[in-house]
């Protein structure tokens, strides 16, 4: 698969099946740049098709929300680089 921006829900698909193969591949090597790269181009395409609202901060610390830690957790970052 040839890298290149995430313009469709097929090639976010596409993407996401390529990230499960290499899934361990070894940091700077080529398979482990590609697997960077795929991991941003998803990411960005994410923010803006599936945005994720904070919970309420009560819900998040209540077990069987169905609040995911780690979106939480990813949300909170994507925020605090928008604000650098």
């Known amino acids: 698969m040839a890298i290149k921006p995430i313009e469709t829900e097929a090639g976010y698909r596409a993407a996401l099946k390529e990230i499960e193969s290499p899934m361990m ?12 790269v795929l991991f941003t181009l998803v990411d960005a395409y994410e923010a803006g ?3 994720i609202d904070l919970p309420d ?15 939480l957790w990813r949300r909170m970052e994507r925020e605090k680089l928008q604000c650098i």
């Open 49 to 51: 098709h599936y945005p």
């Open 57 to 71: 901060p009560v819900a998040a610390i209540i077990p069987g929300t169905g609040v995911s830690v780690f979106l």
């Open 25 to 36: 591949a070894v940091p700077d090597t080529p398979e482990g740049e590609k697997l960077d």
